[in-house]
């Protein structure tokens, strides 16, 4: 084991601007994941326990970069984590903590469990559904829905970065997706957490690249 005095940050800055780092790329149809943009997490002004923001314009990207694949014929699909009013379907998951803010407790239908109201969402065209666990594929539709719409790369949104992001890229390359992760649009509690997830989603299982160029190569296609 390495051992630096660096900081989370300054390590993934260190790996993000080697220029032989080897990448996966844009395919050729590209879906945006964004993952639990719900108010539990994106309202530190209602919920500050469980909200975090990384980015000041997180959300504005998103829908950016949602409202370009969307206009581009591809797929956008919006997942959040909700539970049944007695949370016996949170599973070992629901069982570390039992607090008014713990997990288990976000309700279907409840403002936790909202979609934040400032992403912009469309309701006859994107796929929205709620989710259990960390990944947004597990026991969820997400899969099937984008082999049916024949997309070879995912871009993964949302939080938390080393939570339900990870999970979910992590996921994404073991389906056989190229798999992204556009930087300004996912966040976590604490930068640490961030930027050391980051630093492993870059290295290992999908490229880690700025809203930019996401947007770019969406206006290209």
Not at 151 to 170: F, H, I, M, P, Q
Request: overall charge neutral; aromatic content about 10%; charged content about 25%.
């Amino acid at each position: 084991m390495i051992c630096e005095n660096k900081t989370a940050r300054e390590l993934f800055e260190a790996v993000k601007a080697n220029p032989a780092r080897a990448r996966f790329g844009f395919g050729e149809k590209l879906a945006v994941v964004n993952v639990d943009f719900q108010q539990s997490y994106t309202r530190p002004d209602l919920f500050p326990k469980t909200a975090y923001v990384t980015h000041p314009d997180q959300i504005g990207f998103t829908n950016r970069i949602s409202a370009a694949a969307r206009a581009k014929g591809m797929p956008v699909i919006w997942s959040h984590v909700g539970y049944k009013a007695d949370a016996g379907d949170a599973g070992v998951w629901g069982t570390r903590t039992d607090t008014p803010d713990s997990l288990q407790n976000i309700k279907y239908g409840s403002e936790r469990h909202a979609l934040d109201p400032r992403c912009q969402i469309d309701e006859a065209a994107d796929l929205i559904y709620t989710k259990r666990m960390p990944s947004a594929f597990f026991e969820t539709p997400l899969n099937s829905y984008l082999r049916w719409h024949k997309v070879d790369t995912v871009l993964v949104t949302g939080g938390s970065t080393s939570g339900c992001v990870r999970a979910t890229a992590v996921d994404s390359l073991s389906y056989g997706f190229r798999t992204i992760v556009a930087e300004e649009c996912v966040a976590d509690k604490h930068e640490s957490y961030h930027y050391a997830n980051l630093t492993d989603l870059q290295l290992k299982y999908a490229d880690v690249v700025s809203a930019r160029e996401v947007l770019d190569w969406l206006a290209a296609r």
